[in-house]
């Protein structure tokens, strides 16, 4: 099986044509693949699929085995390789996710893509849809207790669940290792969640870490920098335009607020590219 190791800001998964190849069972492959030790080493497993609704499908599934909805920093991969590869000469296309299809513009240089611009829909803020349990028609600044510890946290799915938490210290700092897997797993959140551990900077800038679920801390979290973009705002932290500042690098999101849709951009990489011989 042939394969490409992508990257958005350190973000990684591997990726694989399955116009031309066929996986049997992508949860087992992606536990294995994912293996940084024995395996490629990646956050997750991406198969690129045709689609009768969109341009193309983008199937993935976290370093654990499990089925993603959505992630950001990968659907830019998506349009880098399939422009990259040859699979379209379009430089607009849409990608069906399981969190709804995405339209994306992208950026060519020198016959390679070089950024992504993802229309990333609109923010979902009701409990239900995010999904979280609690009451009301949606949870901004709302108490969590975790580790016995209260916390407060504004709910956003933006395609997948994510829980954002507002911290005054350096994010570095943070004891993500710790607290991280206490709230991907907490009992309010059915589906379990991501986390995202944000330091505003000013009125157009903040910072974070992220826990995924099913992967633990990455690099960055497109999906993860969108819901931030729309705490801060929603919590009257920021402008509707954010540079979200990652450990992998920097996304520029911005939300807006009259056609109710948040947009992403960033860059992605490809790394190499190999045969996967089981």
Not at 134 to 152: F, L, N, Q
Not at 195 to 214: L, N, S
């Amino acid at each position: 099986m042939k394969f490409t190791k992508m990257q958005g800001l350190g973000n990684d998964y591997v990726y694989v044509n399955c116009l031309q190849e066929k996986i049997d069972n992508p949860s087992e492959l992606a536990r294995k693949i994912s293996n940084r030790h024995f395996g490629v080493g990646s956050d997750g497993l991406i198969m690129i699929n045709p689609s009768d609704k969109a341009d193309f499908e983008m199937e993935m599934y976290n370093a654990d085995g499990s089925r993603g909805e959505m992630c950001g920093n990968g659907i830019r991969c998506v349009a880098k390789y399939v422009y990259d590869y040859g699979l379209t000469d379009k430089t607009s296309i849409s990608v069906e996710t399981l969190g709804g299809i995405k339209y994306l513009d992208l950026t060519v240089e020198g016959g390679r893509v070089k950024l992504v611009k993802v229309d990333m829909g609109k923010p979902e803020l009701e409990p239900e849809k995010v999904p979280v349990k609690a009451d009301g028609d949606e949870v901004v600044d709302a108490p969590i207790e975790v580790d016995g510890t209260e916390y407060r946290m504004t709910c956003v799915s933006m395609g997948n669940p994510h829980a954002v938490v507002f911290v005054d210290c350096d994010v570095k700092e943070f004891p993500l290792e710790k607290i991280g897997p206490k709230f991907e797993r907490h009992e309010r959140f059915p589906r379990r969640v991501n986390t995202e551990f944000v330091r505003v900077i000013d009125r157009h800038t903040a910072e974070m870490r992220v826990w995924e679920r099913g992967s633990g801390e990455t690099l960055a979290c497109g999906t993860g920098a969108c819901a931030v973009a729309v705490a801060c705002v929603l919590n009257g932290l920021t402008e509707d335009e954010v540079t979200v500042k990652l450990l992998g690098g920097d996304l520029h999101i911005k939300w807006d607020r009259r056609k109710d849709t948040v947009y992403m951009t960033g860059p992605a990489e490809a790394v190499f590219d190999g045969e996967w011989k089981e």
